[in-house]
């Protein structure tokens, strides 16, 4: 890592993507958004899975510099009609099944189109146990997550979601297996994300399970957010997802947490960036996901938190 002092940021280049998360609520043009991280100091981009066929034409390709893509990207069908729909590739469905591997395999060729040598993927879903969690997380509010209420429905919650989940793996092996043929031609590897709720998969028992599918194509993407999220709620600790997938991580998303609200800017929130920094494997895709309300000094602090703590390098443009 290359010994910075902290100084004018205008020749500073971060090892790091910014996710178009951020432009989404912003006034300016979406275009405008490429030119902006780079003046943010982020060496690339990350597109995200709101960005639809109509806002990339507007893009100016010189601008470019995508590192990852995170599916369903470009976007065809926003994402309450897909959950609404249940297109997920652990749909029991068979038709709804394939058209979330479809989605998939459109941004495994997207990634490759623009150069980028990673996706980001969701999984899927166990539909079991939404109500159980709403109430928690009403009740983690009301700082009422150690009463007997909550310990009986984390323990309901858990014993449904394991009763059906067999039949919703199997539906994502298969669908995973449909798309490492793609992926392996275009020289892309699948990310598999952790994600926020406690229905959805993989858990970690599931991601070990899930990796050996197709080792160097399958690999682990880590969010920091949402294994914050599930540690508030009594469930997986940041460190157990750290500990057991530092190995196969290709990928990060960076952001903190206020309780069960996440994407804010590293550095304003809950999460332990020292831990963080020592599972982060140097090979790392880094990538800001943050809200569009983080500004611009917000960016600038956690990017020099970040570095401070071990987990992003920069270089000065000029050398």
């Excluded at 290359?2 to 300016?28: C, F, I, K």
């Excluded at 952001?255 to 804010?264: E, P, S, V, Y």
């Excluded at 895709?285 to 309300?293: L, Q």
Aim: proline share 5%; aromatic share 10%.
């Amino acid at each position: 890592m290359t010994d910075l002092q902290r100084g004018p940021e205008n020749n500073r280049v971060w090892h790091a993507s910014l996710s178009t998360m951020w432009a989404l609520t912003q006034e300016e043009p979406f275009a405008e958004f490429f030119p902006v991280a780079r003046r943010f100091g982020f060496s690339h981009q990350e597109l995200n899975h709101a960005v639809s066929p109509k806002m990339m034409a507007t893009v100016d390709p010189k601008d470019l510099r995508v590192e990852s893509v995170h599916e369903p990207c470009p976007c065809e069908i926003p994402r309450r009609l897909r959950m609404e729909r249940d297109i997920h590739m652990t749909s029991l469905d068979e038709s709804l099944r394939s058209q979330a591997v479809k989605f998939v395999r459109g941004s495994i060729h997207y990634a490759h189109h623009l150069g980028a040598t990673a996706i980001v993927v969701h999984p899927g879903e166990v539909p079991v146990g939404k109500d159980y969690e709403l109430r928690m997380r009403a009740l983690y509010k009301e700082r009422e997550n150690h009463s007997s209420e909550y310990v009986e429905l984390k323990e309901r919650y858990i014993e449904e979601r394991m009763k059906a989940v067999p039949l919703y793996l199997e539906a994502l092996r298969c669908s995973l297996l449909e798309l490492v043929g793609d992926a392996e031609t275009m020289g892309v590897r699948l990310g598999l994300e952790n994600r926020d709720h406690y229905y959805e998969v993989p858990l970690p028992h599931e991601m070990d399970e899930l990796l050996t599918l197709r080792p160097g194509t399958i690999e682990y993407w880590h969010h920091v957010g949402h294994a914050e999220k599930l540690r508030e709620l009594g469930f997986y600790s940041q460190r157990e997802w750290l500990e057991r997938f530092a190995h196969g991580m290709i990928g990060i998303h960076l952001h903190d947490n206020d309780g069960l609200a996440d994407h804010i800017a590293p550095g304003l929130g809950t999460v332990d960036w020292e831990l963080v920094s020592r599972y982060v494997p140097k090979h790392a895709i880094r990538t800001f996901e943050v809200r569009g309300f983080v500004t611009q000094e917000q960016m600038r602090d956690a990017q020099w938190m970040l570095y401070e703590a071990g987990c992003l390098e920069a270089y000065d443009g000029d050398e």
